[in-house]
């Protein structure tokens, strides 16, 4: 096993947006994917007020990441989960809200970095490409059972393919004699299927395909439809979620969700906000924020990032605000 490294994307700018919701004492901040820690390390150096619930579903991150934050002692708590289930995971905890809850979408460092996960298109692996290796299906399993239609589906959708049907009906046609079960078994295949002209642009050929199979395998557009929202109704009033995304899919969910919690509900002709009618949370960012150039350069894996972030300003609906200073207090280690 190859060792993992980390380079956390947009750091500076990260702990910027969430230093305001996290000045007071006893703040809670959530990283719901807390990989191999480093957003989790910055904000536990320098917001030393705040304690940080990490959540992955790698129990293999978790464990890396509670040895490296150990230090901290009991102002981290790890938790096996998927981000989704952040509501689960603070009423585990006895919190009634969280203070800011960041998201870093898409796969670790960690995940593409260890061979035998199969995540990279780079190495000859097992065909996996589950975040969580301990439950759900392959890749390879996948594969080798998933109609054409399906797959021509999933390499469409999420990998935005060009050649989905193509690429869908040879390995239909390659499973029936010998089932796949690792990367440069497909890799192959989509060297031999996409046309050399298509090759030659858009980087390396192989990387649409394991895209779409990662996030197919791991159901994560499905899951990050539930998770923001979720999200956006666990924070306190300026408490703040912050969310770096590495695909247009990804950014489209979460802009269309931050769009919906700051809309403001009213006729666009009328001269005055009534009472009661403000929207409870307002944008921070200014659309996307990017990556510069230098730091693209130091770390090309934040090329692609775009940084969205929202602060709530008033409760929510029926909300009866934080209470109980007991919720403030978390276990230490790790949860589930």
Do not use: W
């Not at 295949?189 to 779409?212: E, S």
């Amino acid at each position: 096993m190859s060792s993992p490294s980390h380079a956390p994307v947009l750091l500076d700018r990260v702990v910027a947006l969430l230093t305001p919701a996290l000045e007071a004492p006893g703040s809670v901040y959530v990283d719901c994917t807390l990989g191999l820690g480093g957003h989790s390390e910055a904000v536990l150096e320098r917001l030393p007020q705040a304690r940080v619930v990490g959540i992955d579903r790698d129990p293999t991150a978790l464990e890396m990441s509670r040895e490296r934050l150990a230090a901290h002692g009991e102002r981290f708590t790890a938790v096996h989960a998927v981000y989704d289930e952040l509501p689960e995971v603070l009423a585990s905890l006895r919190l009634d809200h969280a203070d800011a809850v960041f998201f870093d979408l898409g796969v670790s460092s960690m995940q593409l970095d260890v061979r035998d996960r199969g995540f990279a298109y780079s190495e000859d692996a097992p065909l996996d490409m589950r975040m969580d290796p301990t439950t759900g299906q392959t890749a390879a399993e996948l594969l080798n059972t998933a109609t054409p239609q399906e797959l021509t589906r999933i390499l469409r959708d999420y990998g935005e393919e060009k050649f989905a049907s193509k690429i869908a009906r040879e390995v239909v046609r390659r499973r029936e004699s010998a089932p796949f079960t690792r990367s440069a078994e497909l890799v192959e295949l989509l060297y031999a299927t996409i046309p050399a002209p298509a090759r030659r642009t858009g980087g390396h050929p192989a990387k649409r395909t394991f895209q779409a199979l990662r996030m197919a395998v791991n159901d994560e557009l499905a899951v990050l439809r539930r998770a923001i929202p979720a999200a956006i109704e666990s924070i306190g009033v300026g408490g703040r979620v912050v969310v770096e995304s590495y695909h247009s899919l990804e950014d489209r969910l979460v802009k269309r969700a931050f769009t919906d919690a700051t809309r403001l509900d009213v006729p666009p002709d009328l001269p005055f906000v009534p009472e009661g009618a403000e929207p409870a949370l307002r944008l921070v960012t200014r659309g996307a924020e990017q990556a510069d150039e230098h730091e693209i350069a130091e770390n090309p894996r934040a090329a692609s990032v775009r940084l969205r972030a929202v602060e709530r300003v008033l409760p929510a609906a029926g909300s009866t605000g934080p209470s109980a200073k007991s919720s403030r207090h978390l276990p230490p280690g790790v949860v589930r």
